[in-house]
């Protein structure tokens, strides 16, 4: 937990500054904002790492929750549940970063027309 909570924090600042600090300014998040981060296999592999953390490290903090106030069958369900949602979230979360695919529709933005006429 500890060493999840460090690279999280290293992580969630480093998402931050990229994504609203860095443009200078928030209107610019939009569609090609997107697709021009996701078309750098770094920021693929960084935003993986952040949500594959995030959610082993919350579901872990709410098994322990889970396990100091639960009792009996009620926290066998609890526990199942719990670990049923974390894989089905890590499952569809890395299915949404592998297969982002930003050329799905036509843009007037010039910087996605370049990295989609690279591909």
Not at 10 to 29: Q, T
Not at 35 to 40: I, L, P, T, V
Not at 66 to 79: E, K, P
Request: aromatic residues 14%.
């Amino acid at each position: 937990m500890r060493v999840s909570g460090f690279l999280l924090v290293f992580l969630i600042f480093g998402h931050l500054f990229y994504n609203l600090i860095f443009p200078g300014k928030v209107s610019i998040l939009d569609w090609a904002f997107v697709a021009g981060k996701f078309s750098d296999p770094l920021w693929m592999w960084w935003d993986g790492a952040m949500l594959w953390l995030a959610l082993i490290h919350g579901a872990n903090g709410m098994r322990t929750l889970v396990n100091d106030y639960a009792h009996g069958r009620f926290r066998s369900v609890l526990l199942w549940a719990l670990g049923i949602t974390t894989v089905v979230l890590l499952v569809l979360g890395t299915l949404v970063l592998t297969t982002f695919d930003p050329c799905l529709g036509p843009t007037d933005n010039a910087e996605l027309i370049a990295i989609c006429a690279a591909q």
